[in-house]
């Protein structure tokens, strides 16, 4: 990578925790939210690491995002859990819901973990992982800001709405699937803008609906869906669970993740947690006996994979992040003055 610097995890971490703390983020939420930045980038998911920080942080002296945030969360049934993020980060938020989900499903069998009034919640698979690494399975749902149109139509109206599962194995790490409903999470795309790059074809439209390789473009217009007509409904049902259900704001009514203009985006979250319980065993044995057979076929691979080989690099290498994001860093450490 050109013009990139190598930062240790322990060294990008502490950075990180530092300037949101310079700029009134509350120790409590700073070290998760620095914990889940720095978890992206090393997992290769740069749209949800380093290129968040100045957007986070300009959210946070904007008002926007509740450094101060307090997190309640309280049971509306023996086995479903509603926390309240109170605008400020998903983060911290979203270690409380599945705490307290993960649990309830250890005794209950199972538990739904509901999150609203929260903000931008990166890659999911470090969310459903906390729960594979607990022996349980994990699914997670999340709305975000309008990204994606109703097929057919060219004016966006569900987010990119990502959807991620975890399962727990016998002698590996967790099997963890993670996709965006956009052909690619549109982190992405305002990665490609800030680091000065065009996009390829295929993954937006612009405001007339035309393909567009131009990062501003595709931000301004609409991201592509996987799978066409498929991809959308997909995008609803997500939209359904994160927001009827759990109580986030509609996309289509959500202010952006990226700018520190307008209120709070107030999104959604949901997850799912299922113990095998006495099944586990046999549940466990079964799941290594597919994902053999699909590692034995020639040229297979495991989802998560590339995940996993790119966060072993980083903790043997450090991670290589694009200079002007560590650039940033003196001016994100002085407050602004109001």
Same mark, same amino acid.
């Given at each position: 990578?050109?013009?990139?610097?190598?930062? $240790?995890?322990?060294?990008?971490?502490?950075?990180?925790?530092? &300037?949101? #703390?310079?700029? +009134?983020?509350?120790?409590?939420?700073?070290?998760?939210?620095?914990?889940?930045?720095?978890?992206?980038?090393?997992?290769? #998911?740069?749209?949800?690491?380093?290129?968040?920080?100045?957007?986070?942080?300009?959210?946070?002296?904007?008002?926007?995002?509740?450094?101060?945030?307090?997190?309640?969360?309280?049971?509306?049934?023996?086995?479903? !859990?509603?926390?309240?993020?109170?605008?400020?980060?998903?983060?911290?938020?979203?270690?409380?819901?599945?705490?307290?989900?993960?649990?309830?499903?250890?005794?209950?069998?199972?538990?739904?973990? $509901?999150?609203?009034?929260?903000?931008?919640?990166? %890659?999911?698979?470090?969310?459903?992982?906390? &729960?594979?690494? #607990?022996?349980?399975?994990?699914?997670?749902?999340?709305?975000?800001?309008? %990204?994606?149109?109703?097929?057919?139509?060219?004016?966006?109206?569900?987010?990119?709405? =990502?959807?991620? *599962? %975890?399962?727990?194995?016998?002698?590996?790490?967790?099997?963890?699937?993670?996709?965006?409903? $956009?052909?690619?999470?549109?982190?992405?795309?305002?990665?490609?803008?800030?680091?000065?790059?065009?996009?390829?074809?295929?993954?937006?439209?612009?405001?007339?609906?035309?393909?567009?390789?131009?990062?501003?473009?595709? &931000?301004?217009?609409?991201?592509?869906?996987?799978?066409?007509?498929?991809?959308?409904?997909?995008? &609803?049902?997500? /939209?359904?669970?994160?927001?009827?259900?759990?109580?986030?704001? *509609?996309?289509?009514?959500?202010?952006?993740?990226?700018?520190?203009?307008?209120?709070?985006?107030? !999104?959604?979250?949901?997850?799912?947690?299922?113990?095998?319980? #006495?099944?586990?065993?046999?549940?466990?044995?079964?799941? /290594?006996?597919?994902?053999?057979?699909?590692?034995?076929?020639?040229?297979?691979?495991? =989802? +998560? /994979?590339?995940?996993?080989?790119?966060?072993?690099?980083?903790? /043997?290498?450090?991670?290589? !992040?694009?200079?002007?994001?560590?650039?940033?860093?003196?001016?994100?450490?002085?407050?602004?003055?109001?």
């Amino acid at each position: 990578m050109e013009n990139a610097v190598r930062i $240790s995890i322990a060294d990008a971490q502490e950075l990180i925790v530092s &300037l949101l #703390q310079a700029n +009134g983020v509350s120790d409590d939420c700073a070290v998760p939210v620095a914990a889940a930045l720095v978890a992206a980038e090393a997992e290769g #998911q740069v749209g949800h690491g380093f290129s968040r920080l100045d957007d986070y942080i300009a959210q946070v002296r904007s008002g926007k995002i509740n450094a101060q945030a307090k997190i309640t969360s309280r049971l509306t049934s023996q086995t479903s !859990v509603l926390t309240n993020a109170d605008c400020g980060f998903a983060y911290p938020a979203l270690d409380r819901a599945i705490e307290w989900g993960a649990k309830i499903a250890k005794t209950q069998g199972t538990s739904t973990m $509901s999150v609203f009034n929260s903000h931008h919640c990166g %890659a999911l698979s470090l969310q459903v992982e906390k &729960l594979a690494q #607990q022996g349980l399975v994990g699914i997670m749902m999340a709305n975000a800001p309008k %990204a994606i149109a109703p097929w057919g139509a060219k004016v966006p109206v569900f987010g990119t709405n =990502p959807i991620a *599962f %975890a399962a727990p194995r016998k002698n590996n790490a967790p099997l963890v699937i993670d996709l965006s409903l $956009s052909k690619v999470a549109r982190g992405k795309v305002m990665h490609a803008k800030k680091t000065g790059r065009q996009i390829p074809e295929g993954w937006a439209l612009n405001r007339a609906g035309q393909p567009t390789t131009t990062a501003q473009d595709a &931000l301004d217009g609409s991201m592509l869906p996987i799978g066409g007509a498929k991809g959308t409904s997909l995008a &609803l049902m997500v /939209e359904i669970m994160a927001t009827a259900f759990a109580g986030g704001m *509609f996309s289509k009514d959500a202010s952006s993740f990226f700018t520190p203009d307008d209120s709070a985006p107030r !999104v959604g979250q949901f997850l799912i947690a299922i113990n095998p319980g #006495q099944h586990a065993g046999p549940f466990l044995d079964r799941l /290594e006996e597919l994902l053999d057979h699909i590692t034995q076929l020639d040229g297979a691979r495991l =989802p +998560g /994979e590339r995940r996993l080989e790119c966060r072993q690099n980083a903790r /043997e290498r450090g991670l290589l !992040v694009p200079s002007q994001y560590l650039r940033s860093a003196e001016s994100l450490a002085t407050p602004s003055v109001p």
